[in-house]
């Protein structure tokens, strides 16, 4: 079950993944234009920023992803640490942002809303 009004998540339903048994960190979020309308369909890509290595220790399982209908996006992230997120659209523009995946996270982490403006 996921309730992504409470933060709470047990299944994520609406990608067919059960978190119970994942042993690295599910990272999940929303995507919202200027007015607050859900992204929808729009393409995210994740990196690991806290250090070039891109082999393990922090490999992004699935760097690359879209959201659902609702602006719903989840990647899967093997350590904690810093990443960045970056938004594309059609215009050649793009947005990013930045978080921490703090030590110790096991699990789903919720990044919270992240709303585009340009």
Known sequence: TNNIDTGKVDTFDIY??????????????????????????????????DTIQTTPPNTIYYPNTVTKNNGVFMFVCRNPGEYKIVVASGDNKEASATFNIPTGTKGVFNIGGLRVIR
């Open 16 to 49: 067919n993944v059960d978190t119970s048994k994942i042993k690295w960190v599910t990272v999940w979020g929303s995507l919202t234009g200027v007015k607050g309308e859900p992204l929808s369909l729009t393409s995210i890509t994740v990196s690991c920023i």
